[in-house]
């Protein structure tokens, strides 16, 4: 099984995890042992799908403002979460590879391959939402057929995407490509670069 392979699996297994309530507050029940890569490719995906709620919520017109700021405060942890999520599936892959020989004309990747994974993610998420259109019974004929033809275009994306990926870990393991790895250094949520909060 490719590595793609088996992250699609974890990422299902995750969003089918989380609708069985489908509630933001659900606590998150890792199945795979802390440590592993399958555990941060599970944790990884829950993070996207409970955010991927979150953003659905403060989307409401209605959604009083007091709670809207809350949720605000939730989604900004989450994209950290996230970012820091990324950062520990690159590191795993660094160390998975640090005894590779790179060679004299390998090349640099454009991304990191967890924040290829990271795509990948979030178009499982795509895919089982664009599903659910496809599958209502009180939506109009042309609102399926839209929601179809976008499917297929995810289905199509995922497959590349997969493809891609697993083509960039087997040049990295080959030596003719490189890892180098840039941290995000997000700057909004540290109290020392963001002068909102450091000329409080």
Known sequence: ???T???NKIFVQSINDY?????????ISNPYEEGTIENRLYLKNWIDTVQWHFEDIIRDP?????????????????????TDLVEQIDTYFREKYADVKVLADAQINTESPAWAVDRLSILALKIYHMQEQVDRKDAAPEHIQKCQAKLNVLL???VDLSTAIDQLLADIE????YM???RQMK?????ATNPVLYKK
Request: net charge negative; hydrophobic share 30%; no cysteine.
């Open 62 to 82: 209605n959604i009083d403002p007091v709670d809207a700021l809350v949720l605000k405060r939730r989604i900004d942890k989450s994209n950290q979460d996230r």
């Open 174 to 177: 080959a030596g003719k490509k």
């Open 156 to 158: 199509e994306q995922q």
């Open 180 to 182: 180098k790895v840039y």
């Open 5 to 7: 392979e088996t992250a």
């Open 187 to 191: 700057m909004y949520n540290d109290p």
């Open 19 to 27: 609708h069985v309530k489908d509630d933001i507050e659900t606590p």
């Open 1 to 3: 099984m490719t590595f």
